[in-house]
């Protein structure tokens, strides 16, 4: 549609042969904008088409099938569907390798609803799509249908009737694709004509983030963020006289590292060694338009930096892409319970070395009793943490008794933290004047 100087948000219904795609455009003065993307991998023409072999199987009654008399069917099935895409009514025959004849007709409705709930399945992504690009159906100005199976007219209807719109196609939906491809390559090839003036923005299709203590992500770059981009993020020690940070980069939609796919990895050295959460550690991450991500990683008071280059997509194809995003919705409410686990050991750790610390430096500020009182507190803790591994148990169940624990340490500790404070203040203030204070 370049050709139309078409100006307004746009969403792109590619249904090909193995995979459904829906991206949600802005167009504006020749920009390009995506600002969704989404789909279901696992969703085709093919489908379609073995959808109706299952019809045809049921219908003609057929004994288990060979190999050969299934490509067979399959094949007729595939003919029906494209005759139904211009006629009412078609018949489905064939003779089989086991002898048995098929002869059955189907009509244009019936294969409308008995596929009815493959057509469901695309708009379910286009309403994720959708909420991910906060655009409503109002919003959409207009609709272009891509790939083969989108010619099955119950397709068009049902998106035409989502839309409250009648879908663009007026470009062959076998070639769209092609067409676009070529403008794009002639235009990054520098043969751009005058008053040719557009231009491509594209998202990130996953979440950019890092690993944090207990093998957490945090998200830095969420997905669909339009590149080029440029986030950061604050990060400090977990420990006392830390010199060294690990930085793992991270892409996808899962809240553990261990379900996220790794993308690089260095290390932050020499920084100044300084008490636990003392030192700002700022972690940038870079994308440009060609889709390279660049992560830097510096600390503030010290200015010591390191970096790194990685291409995020390499190696990605879109299909593995649908199947993280389809992953992260399936296991969203386990992945939520899991990271707040994770959360509470990590906070479980940290209060475990804070209080040793404390002990190792100021134990004499407690009398035997309180001493005694703390070190239980402390083993409670530990006999926390060491219950919250029992997989045989529900997280949020080992979240809730590990919780429990680290806040009794913590108000344990509140008499103890404040003796210290004191210690402290009055160490600062001994031999000074009050003028010189």
């Known amino acids: 549609g370049l050709d139309h100087a078409s100006e307004g948000v746009f969403a792109v219904y590619d249904l090909g042969g193995g995979t459904f795609d829906i991206s949600i455009l802005k167009l504006s003065k020749g920009v390009f904008e995506v600002l969704s993307t989404g789909g279901d991998s696992a969703l085709g023409g093919d489908d379609f088409d073995h959808r109706l072999f299952c019809w045809i199987n049921e219908q003609a009654k057929l004994s288990p099938l060979s190999e050969e008399d299934t490509a067979t069917l399959m094949v007729k099935a595939r003919q029906a569907k494209e005759l139904l895409s211009s006629n009412d009514e078609t018949t489905i025959d064939a003779v089989l390798n086991s002898g048995e004849l098929v002869h059955v007709k189907i009509s244009a409705h019936t294969f409308a609803e008995i596929t009815k709930h493959l057509v469901g399945k695309t708009m379910n992504a286009i309403k994720k799509a959708m909420r991910d690009a906060s655009v409503s159906v109002e919003d959409v100005d207009g609709v272009v249908m891509v790939g083969g199976a989108t010619r099955m007219p119950h397709v068009r209807r049902a998106v035409s009737e989502f839309f409250h719109t009648i879908p663009h196609a007026n470009i062959d939906p076998d070639k769209v694709v092609a067409l676009g491809a070529a403008i794009q390559a002639n235009l990054l090839a520098g043969n751009r004509a005058s008053g040719d003036d557009w231009l491509l923005l594209d998202v990130t299709p996953l979440s950019l983030g890092i690993e944090t203590m207990g093998g957490l992500v945090e998200k830095i770059i969420p997905r669909n963020s339009t590149i080029p981009c440029a986030r950061a993020q604050e990060f400090t020690t977990f420990k006392d006289g830390q010199t060294a940070l690990a930085v793992h980069v991270v892409q996808g939609e899962r809240e553990l590292v261990s379900d996220c796919r ?34 830097a990683a510096r600390e503030t008071r010290s200015g010591v930096e390191a970096s790194i280059t990685v291409k995020p997509s390499y190696g990605l ?121």
């Open 262 to 295: 790794s993308l690089a990895r260095f290390e932050l050295r020499g920084i100044p060694p300084m008490a636990a959460g003392a030192a700002r550690i700022r972690v940038t991450y870079q994308v440009d338009a060609d889709g390279l991500l660049s992560v």
């Open 317 to 437: 194809a879109d299909d593995e892409i649908a199947r993280m995003l389809q992953d992260s919705y399936s296991s969203a409410q386990v992945d939520m319970q899991m990271r707040a686990l994770r959360e509470e050991q990590v906070e479980a750790d940290r209060i475990l070395l804070a209080t040793q610390s404390a002990l190792d430096s100021d134990s004499n500020l407690l009398d035997e009793a309180e001493q005694s009182a703390l070190a239980t507190l402390v083993q409670g803790v530990r006999d926390a943490l060491d219950r919250s591994n029992d997989t045989n148990v529900e997280p949020g169940t080992r979240q809730s008794a590990l919780h429990d624990a680290v806040q009794t340490l913590a108000h344990g500790t509140d008499e103890f933290a404040a003796r210290r404070m004191d210690k402290s203040v009055r160490q600062a203030l001994a031999g000074k004047s009050l003028d010189e204070i």
